[in-house]
Each structure stands twice: as structure tokens, then as C-alpha cells.
């Protein structure tokens, strides 16, 4: 009985075991008989495709720069429309030859697919634009040069410009288009100049423009006539034919805002976002110390001296100074380290919020500024980072600083430029003020 017992289990177990592998093996094939899905069959044409060896390191490289898989899956149709668009035009990805992205932004117009609804660039320039920067970034591959791409003697000007004078690119960049204007305008060979010919040039310009603009195209025409002298490719002295653009010096007033206000936009930024803790950094830097935007953007880990609270600022033609990194500023920089900061391997302190993650410009640190005013709800006479220079000066003239102290935390190079902040105190002003003869004082 009990032999007999056993033998009856292990045949109703083994009868079970067919049964569920008769099942399994029923399943299997009617997954195997289901239609593959569009995504696969998607992701076996691009593997298929000119783009196919380069697809998964194109996908880690996105990755790495903090994009999420949607985005990365619209990208790459820009990719793959720009490899298959290059095999047709009978181009190598290996190497791509100058002029190539215009051509290919111009077959994008040509179907409709440049821009989008509301006119920004469409998803296929833009899966376009990350792969040739990906390409770019391989070692062994030629990528496409700049759609503005400077001409020969506009780049031997900025290199000479940066060598001799130390000037940043982010000023090189605002004198390219001026400069190039001058070129267009007048003759691309700077022996045919004249001072008659360069005294038009700026005067036509000026009538048409605010004032602002134009002393940038008095001072960008102005070094590169320097530069083309120095380099013995015009005449001596037509800088001096360079018209200046009148202005009273002293005549304005500097745009601040007060302390209360200042504090408010502060208060304003103390969310727990990211990108709000980043901001917060940046605004603390702008308020406390002056910085320009350009000194927030290029700040760098080695800048930094944590032990003795300080850190270090290139301003203008490489002048460097060291400044005190206050306690709040500090504390409020290594909390955006800590919390927000992506997990970028570069030298600079502020990374975008979004993908592509690198480092911030100076317009994002404008943007920054410009959008915490609006949000505290501060009425300002000026919007952007440069107010808090501004008030951070005046500031501490109201606390007594000299003018003196004042120049030197906003490191100019002339107490002329300081001289400014000097008419801010109405008070001090309306007790050293003489009446009009014949009037009472005011």
C-alpha cells in the first residue's frame, strides 16, 4: 500500500509537471507569434542604419549630460534623419567637411521640419545638433565649423585681442558682428580705409541706434583699427578718425535697488528645487559681492579657498583679485553642491538646471536675476544681474565705505568709475546742497 501510494503521487505530480510544461511551451509560441512592436522594429532600422555603430555611445553620451530617455528617444530622429540625409549626399560621418550643417539645415526647410509651431528649432535640428556635437567630441573626427564662423582676419583680430589685451570671448563675441559690419560696409581689404570712410560708418549708425550700442561699435571698431595698425595692414592714426559719442560724464544715476528690496528678492528664492538652490547661490553672490555675470559664470572649484574663506576673480583684461567669500555665501554655495548640482565632471561651479548639463553663461546669470526681481514683485528701474552690482555698492556707501573701499571690492581700475556712486546719498546731498542766489535752500 504504501509503494503503491508513492507510485500514484509521483504519477499525478509528473502528470502536472506536462501539463504546465505543455502550457509554457504554448505561451512561449504565442509570444513568439505576436507582431514585433514599432519601437523595436524603430530600434532594429536605426541599428540597421548609417547611424547603427554609433547609436549606443550616442545614447550613453546623452545620458551623461543629464538628458531623460523621451528626450533622448525625439533626439534621436535629428540623429538618424542626419546620418541618412549623409549617406544619400554621398557624405562620411567621419568627416564632415565645412559648410555641411548649412546645407543640411536648408533640406530641413526645405520639408518643413526646421522649426516648429511657435518658430523655435524643431526636434530633428536639434537630434541634428547634439549628434555632430557628439562627433565632434570623437577623437579622429572632423565636425562642422560655426554657421558664423569669423573670416580669417576677424579671428587673427580676437586671437591678437586676447593675447595683447587679455580680453574675455564673451567681449570678442560682441565685437565680431560690429566688426564685421565695418568690413562689409566699407572694404574687406583695410588699405582702401579712410578716416572719411570710418567717420560715416560709426555717424550712420549712431543716428539709428540708442547710445549704448553705438559707443559698443565706437569701442569695437576703435581696438580692431588698432589691431590692423599694430600688425602694419592700414595707414597709422586712423583710430583717431573713430568718432566719439557724446555723453555728460557723471550725468546719470546709477539704477540700484535698496536694501529692504534686495533682501525681498532674496527671501523670494528659498525653494527646495534645484534649480532654486542654484539660484539662490548666484543671487547671494551678486547682492554680497557686486560680481558681474561674467564673473558668477566662470567661476571654477579652483577659485575657491575653503580653508581661508576667500576665493579668487578674473574680471576684466585678466585682472585678478581675491575677494572674502561671506558665511551665507559660502553656506549657500556648498548646499547647491551638495543638493542640486548635477553630477558633471567639470572645473565650473554652475551647471544647468536642464540638459544639455554645462556650465551657465553670463545671460543665464542675467536671466536668473531678471526673473527673482519679477518674482519678488520689486519695482525696479532696470532689470537684470547688474543692479545688484550696483546696490551692493551704494550699499556700502550708505555704511560709510569710502569710495576708495567701494572701487576696490567692485575692482575698478579708475576712482573715476567709482565717482558715480557718489551722488546716490540724497541726504548727505540736500546737507551740502547751496541754495539758488535769491532763493531759500531746499
Known amino acids: 500500500m504504501k509503494s503503491g501510494g508513492c507510485s500514484g503521487f509521483f504519477c499525478r505530480f509528473s502528470r502536472h509537471i506536462t501539463v504546465v510544461l505543455e502550457r509554457l511551451v504554448s505561451q512561449r509560441r504565442t509570444v513568439c507569434l505576436r507582431p514585433i512592436s514599432r519601437a523595436r522594429q524603430r530600434a532594429r532600422g536605426y ?15 546623452l545620458v551623461k549630460r543629464g538628458y531623460c530617455k523621451d528626450a533622448i528617444r525625439h533626439l534621436l530622429l535629428g540623429a538618424v534623419g542626419f546620418a541618412n540625409w549623409m549617406q544619400v549626399a554621398g557624405g562620411d560621418l567621419t568627416s564632415l567637411h565645412e559648410g555641411v550643417w548649412n546645407t543640411f539645415c536648408d533640406h530641413l526647410a526645405k520639408q518643413g521640419r526646421l522649426h516648429g509651431t511657435k518658430g523655435q528649432h524643431s ?9 555632430t556635437e557628439f562627433l565632434r567630441a570623437q577623437q579622429g573626427i572632423v565636425a562642422t565649423k560655426a554657421a558664423l564662423a569669423p573670416p580669417e582676419l576677424v579671428a587673427a583680430f580676437e586671437h591678437w585681442m586676447q593675447i595683447h589685451r587679455g ?3 564673451s567681449t570678442l563675441i560682441t565685437y565680431r558682428q560690429h566688426v564685421m559690419d565695418l568690413l562689409s560696409s566699407l572694404d574687406p581689404q583695410p588699405e582702401q580705409f579712410n578716416a ?15 547710445r549704448a550700442v553705438a559707443q559698443t561699435r565706437v569701442k569695437a571698431a576703435r ?19 573713430i568718432p566719439t559719442i557724446a555723453e555728460w560724464r557723471l550725468a546719470s ?23 532654486d538652490i542654484r539660484d539662490k547661490a548666484i543671487l547671494l553672490l551678486l547682492a554680497r559681492l557686486g560680481l558681474r555675470a561674467s564673473d558668477v559664470a566662470s567661476l571654477k572649484f579652483d577659485d575657491i579657498d575653503w580653508l581661508h574663506g576667500t576665493f579668487t576673480v578674473i574680471g576684466k583684461s585678466r585682472h585678478e583679485a581675491k575677494l572674502p567669500l561671506p558665511q551665507d555665501v559660502g553656506d549657500a554655495i556648498l548646499n547647491y553642491l551638495r543638493q542640486a548640482r548635477p553630477s558633471v565632471n567639470d572645473v565650473y561651479v554652475f551647471i544647468t538646471a536642464v540638459a ?21 514683485g520689486v519695482e525696479a528701474l532696470s532689470f537684470g544681474s547688474h543692479i545688484f552690482r550696483h546696490s551692493a555698492a551704494t550699499g556700502l556707501l550708505r555704511q560709510g565705505a569710502s569710495l576708495q573701499v567701494i572701487g576696490e571690492v567692485l575692482r575698478h581700475r ?6 558715480l556712486y557718489a551722488k546716490v546719498d540724497i541726504g548727505l546731498l540736500q546737507q551740502v546742497i547751496r541754495p539758488w542766489p535769491g532763493a531759500t535752500s531746499c
Open 47 to 61: 541599428y540597421a542604419g548609417p547611424v547603427g555603430p554609433y547609436l549606443d555611445p550616442f545614447t550613453d553620451w
Open 123 to 131: 526636434i530633428y535640428w536639434r537630434g541634428a545638433k547634439q549628434f
Open 167 to 169: 580680453v574675455k570671448p
Open 196 to 210: 572719411t570712410k570710418l567717420h560715416g560708418f560709426i555717424l550712420t549708425y549712431a543716428k539709428r541706434n540708442g
Open 223 to 241: 581696438m580692431f583699427l588698432r589691431f590692423l595698425i599694430a600688425t602694419e595692414r592700414c595707414q597709422p592714426g586712423l583710430d583717431a578718425a
Open 253 to 275: 544715476l546709477p539704477r540700484y535697488l535698496p536694501p529692504a528690496d534686495v533682501e525681498r528678492v532674496l527671501e523670494a528664492c528659498n525653494g527646495a528645487r534645484p534649480i
Open 356 to 376: 544639455p548639463w554645462e556650465p551657465i553663461t553670463r545671460n543665464v546669470v542675467k536671466h536668473v536675476a531678471t526673473r527673482a526681481i519679477r518674482r519678488a
Open 414 to 419: 579708475s576712482i573715476d568709475t567709482t565717482a
